[in-house]
């Protein structure tokens, strides 16, 4: 889903979320036809995701040779990640070789243009995607 801001040609402004950019305008609560308009572009106070997995020290240097207090914080650090990934798995990156490599596909290998975005946020968190749970 992604979500637009339209105005109807009565002054409504509103946020609608459409399955695609191709979707149609939903009409206004008022009847009258709606256009997009662009997003406000929010710089102040804008929320950062924080550091990604891929930041992560990978090496016993790197965690300057199992630092107690660097491992935990990274700990913490990830624990977070992880619940705005699930929040917003357009973040978690491409998650298919490590669930590959955990047996996901194993059944059923996956294929180009297969649309497995909710396959995959059920995979990797157990559960579908935050909108898809909205619908059922
Ligand atoms: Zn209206």
């Known amino acids: ?23 149609e305008n939903p009409l206004c609560q008022c009847g009258a036809e709606t256009a997009r308009i662009p997003s406000r572009v929010n710089t102040a106070g804008a929320a950062s995701p924080g550091p990604s997995r891929d930041d992560m020290p990978m090496t016993w240097r790197g965690t300057n040779n199992g630092d107690r207090e660097l491992i935990r914080s990274w700990h913490k650090k990830m624990v977070q990640r992880e619940k705005l990934e699930e ?3 357009e973040l978690a990156g491409d998650r298919r070789p490590v669930l590959a ?3 996901a596909f194993a059944s059923a290998p996956v294929r ?5 975005a909710g396959d995959l946020a059920k995979e990797t968190f157990g ?10």
């Open 112 to 116: 180009a243009g297969d649309a497995i």
């Open 87 to 89: 929040k917003y798995p």
């Open 101 to 103: 490599h955990e047996g």
């Open 1 to 23: 889903m992604i979500r637009y801001d339209v105005k109807c040609s009565g002054g409504h402004r509103f946020e609608v979320a459409l399955p695609s950019m191709f979707s």
């Open 127 to 136: 559960k579908p995607p935050v909108d898809e749970a909205k619908k059922s």
